[in-house]
């Protein structure tokens, strides 16, 4: 499903940045454009974002772990 429908952004890419250590709108839109044209998908990427902040930040950190080592599969 589209979060961000301007930029064809799924709600599964905006979660596997978060897992990439982005933290906020601003890098999101840097790395996928997402929320960068008309804006009215903000809202719900703010909540994937802090949602995923709050509830699994012991997830978040391994997924960070499991970025930094390359060659362990894609
Ligand atoms: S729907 Fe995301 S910028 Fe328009």
Same mark, same amino acid.
């Given at each position: 499903?589209?979060? &961000?429908?301007?930029?064809?952004?799924?709600?599964?890419? %905006?979660?596997?940045? =978060?897992? /990439?250590?982005?933290?906020?709108?601003r890098?999101?839109?840097?790395r996928?454009?997402?929320?960068?044209? &008309?804006?009215?998908?903000?809202f719900?990427?703010?909540? %994937?974002?802090?949602? =995923?902040? /709050?509830?699994?930040?012991?997830?978040?950190?391994?997924?960070?772990?499991?970025?930094?080592?390359?060659g362990?599969?894609?």
């Amino acid at each position: 499903m589209f979060v &961000c429908n301007c930029k064809s952004v799924t709600e599964n890419d %905006i979660k596997k940045l =978060k897992g /990439q250590g982005v933290g906020n709108i601003r890098e999101l839109g840097s790395r996928c454009g997402a929320g960068t044209d &008309c804006g009215s998908c903000v809202f719900w990427l703010e909540e %994937i974002l802090q949602t =995923k902040n /709050q509830s699994s930040n012991k997830d978040s950190l391994a997924q960070e772990a499991a970025s930094a080592n390359p060659g362990t599969g894609d």
